[in-house]
């Protein structure tokens, strides 16, 4: 039995979602593409200047046709994270602008010799059940700079990919690029190797490039992942359950958009919000309440039977500090129970601006307690406990027993030495090193270890001459080396 | 109600945040002949500063702000007409121009600068968000402003604050006015590094900032 957190009963699950309905169509919902406001129109919507009222029938049409389950496949085209129902899963947070120098402790802008650490360390890491296209690489031009991304992660990792696009035309071009792995674009539809990541603009809008992608990437067939942000007291309503009805509102009105470009394709019902912090102005991902708002929402979309997605175990500490490991490890589990099928945050800092290698490898501890916890307690012999007590007298015995031997490894996550669990002495010998510095010690030990993926060479050529052509359209001579 | 008593509400209607009371004061105030000038300087302006100070202290936080700025906009809405009409001006410190860098649109910092930055006697010309560097320089020269506030949310739209100072230069307008920057991923080594002429770590502070440049004792 997997564990579960539930913040809300059904009434209020019910209430959410009729309160959400009548902001469509009573409020209405901004869409500043010309395109989606005429197929919503088209659909029954009333739409005035660039206001959308939707009515609940159109949606609830929306509601029919979207696919309740999904797999992303890893670049061999096997099935390898499951999107739909309660299975959980864990990335890298992505599009963070700083990287965690690990010497300096500097934020400093980060460059693709990171981004390819980060990936190689995901990679290692069986943890991470995607990559994401973790950082920007600042030093390419911001034209090309989305696909650029993506084209780094293809090269170094085999998992799948949660993404997003800068521009329709640069989307086009990342869906081809995965089409190359995939065997083309039907192929790409059939058996999808990533999500991208898609935003609408609290409150109530979706921008002109926010609807053109969902309507893009549905007629590809390419999971849509929305991302509705209500920052709760300044870009949305200051409780938890009007932030969470803001997030029902922009995500149906988004899933309305996208199934009347194509019905069927996949959407994910996810999104990044957060409290408002009413001394210093910030949005804190680490926050309870935050993770409070997404464990909500995600019920609410289970219970339209969608897909679910959300930015938990992240910290807004600025290094990896007893902050960073309480806020990401406490909003990790809260992600797993609510039963989010991909959880995006791990290795972020500083309010999602900033990513960092060792805290990914921390981060990957208290994902495998998570997993652990939601993987719940099993029954595994015949009798509970009965048959064990066969002959053991009085006496803590039970190392001997065969059963032990056979189960410890099953019961029992065996963690990283990131995780101490030596005597006193044993911990002084090793060098009474901290959390952070085992980490770093860690994270050496996986990117010396790193073994790259074995992609078919024809494929990587027809990348590598696929993303040098753009990068010369960018004005750029020559990639860099990447490794 | 006695004058000291008068003024002591309208700076209690300022830290309750309270809109209608503000105004019925104000509306007060110059129906029992008292000094416009004397209402917003002895009455609502204390309360917004010291809204400011236990803001500062984070004994109170950004609503209460908010509601603060909210309140003196609509005291100052009933008193200004009044004044324009005896002739006696509000002393105006200084007029300044706010904008967030092309590509950001967040406001609430930016917003709440210019709230405090009015109350405390200076003329504000609020932009909004993601205003063109054309946009901010035209309105330095057509105000002939004293200050211009460029605010950035956002380490991508950052570059922006940088752009309006050179785009300043460029028109032949730097001189003529001081900038100032703020925004959470803006620093001193940023502001010192682009040329600003300062850097604003909030709304509290953007006020003694102003003064700075336009000559006054913070």
Redesign the interface.
Known sequence: MQPKLELLDAELVHRILDEAHQLLSEHGVKVQSSEARGLLAGAGAKVADEVARIPEALVAAALETVPRRFSLHDRSGKPAVEYGGDAVHFDPGSSCVHVLDPETLEHRPSTTPDLVRIVKIAEMLAQYDAQSTAVVCNEIPKEIGDLYRLYIVLLFSAKPIVTGAFSVKTLQAMIEMLAIFAGGREALAEKPQAVFDVCPSPPLIWSEFGAENLLELARARVPAEMVSMPLAGAAAPVTLLGSVVQHAAESLSGITIHQLAQPGAPIVWGGAPAIFDMRKGTTPMGAIETAMIDASYAQVGKSLGLPTHAYLGASDAKIVDAQAGLESGVSAVVGALAGINMISGAGMLDFLACQSPEKLVVDAEAIAMAKRLVAGVEVRTETLATEMFAGIDFKGDFLKQRITKELFALEQHIPSKVIDRDSMRGWQQSGSLDTWSRAKERTRQLLESYEPPQHDPGKVAELLAMVERLAQGAGMDHLPEPA | MQTEELFRAMAQSIIDGDTDVAAELAKRAIETGVDPLDAINEGFVRGINRVGEEFSR?NM???ELVLAGEAMKAAIGVLEPEMAKEGTARQIHGKVVLAAAPGD?HD??KSLVGTMLSASGFQVFDLGVDVPISAVVEKVREADADIVGVSALL??TMAGQQEVIEALEAAGLRSKVKVMVGG??VTPEWAEQIGADAFGRDAVQAVTIARQLVGLPG
């Open positions: 984070e936080f950004l609503p649109i609430i910092g380490t991508t959470a991923p």
